[in-house]
């Protein structure tokens, strides 16, 4: 029990929880059948025709017959006996439930005249249970009967057991819920027929004599003459054209030309800038100013 807290042993189990560990039970034992929460319901408002289509299977051929019920919070179960005709409540807490035996009673011979049977004479009790001291193992109480019912075992459980009754029926959920979560790996039939493959085509060698002549081998020289045969051939038929090219002549650019060409002296001044200079020295002496610049007008060629 180590790794599981106190509310594990107090959880109340739902209608998923009842439906889903009834749905392992009954494939486990096919001779069993259970109708889900909501089938009481259903018949009451709508009568057999409402309920048709919830029943799958042969009924009337099984063993039993299990109607988990829920009233007013708490878990009780209803097992029909389909050899003995008897419907038998089974209750924990030792409760009567008369009017829903009757309901039970009422849907069996209702399907027989549906079904065309001749009606049994039902007979309904409440069956002998361990007592349930506390409100919170009714679920898996039922669950337990549910278990000795289609296995055709007696009720000898008690509070005790509870606990180990709810690990017990909790690993069998999960355990079905990861086979049908785990996708099973595709495997690939071997075939048992041979396949036989066609043996590759042959082509028979023709032994007899042929008229066809010897095929001619042909030797190196006779290669090379015809070769350079053909050669001359062509160059004698076709000569070949060449066009000379003649360079252009090379005329001298007239800048590059050296005729009539004047050098000019290191000291030539323009004379624009002549005119300029004696301009300005004349101004200078008009002022009395004499400095390194007219010095230097003086040197340059005035």
């Known amino acids: 029990m180590a790794g599981y807290t106190n509310k594990f042993f107090k959880y109340w189990y739902n209608s998923s929880t009842i439906e889903d560990y009834l749905t392992i039970l009954t494939n486990e034992n096919p001779t069993s059948h259970f109708f889900s929460v909501d089938f009481l319901k259903k018949f009451c408002e709508e009568g057999i025709k409402g309920i048709v289509r919830w ?36 209750d924990g807490k030792h409760r009567n439930h008369q009017h829903i035996l009757s309901k039970i009673k009422t849907f069996l011979t209702d399907w027989e005249n549906h079904s065309s049977v001749q009606p049994s004479a039902w007979w309904t009790l409440h069956g002998t249970t361990p007592t349930q001291y506390n409100n919170d193992d009714c679920g898996p109480w039922i669950l337990a009967i549910a278990k000795c019912v289609a296995l055709a075992e007696p009720i000898c459980f008690t509070e005790k057991d509870m606990p180990q009754l709810r690990l017990q029926q909790y690993q069998s959920i999960m355990s079905n819920t990861m086979q049908l979560t785990t996708p099973t790996p595709r495997t690939t039939p071997h075939s048992t027929t041979q396949i036989t493959t066609p043996p ?53 650019h007239p800048t590059n030309s050296t005729e009539n ?21 004349k101004v200078l002496h008009e002022n009395n100013v004499k400095s390194h610049h007219t010095q230097l007008l003086h040197y340059i060629r005035i």
């Open 261 to 281: 060409h004047k050098t000019r002296d290191k000291l030539y001044v323009s004379k624009n800038t002549k005119r300029r200079n004696r301009l300005y020295i």
């Open 55 to 90: 029943v799958k299977k042969p009924i009337l051929d099984m063993n039993s017959i299990l109607f988990p019920i829920n009233v007013g919070h708490h878990w009780i179960i209803i097992v029909v006996y389909l050899k003995s005709k008897a419907v038998v409540c089974y």
């Open 200 to 252: 590759p085509k042959t082509t028979p060698i023709n032994t007899t004599q042929s008229d066809t002549p010897p095929p001619r081998t042909i030797q190196f020289n006779e290669i090379q003459s015809t070769t350079t045969a053909t050669t001359h051939e062509v160059t004698t038929q076709i000569p070949p054209t060449i066009t000379a090219i003649t360079p252009a002549p090379t005329i001298p």
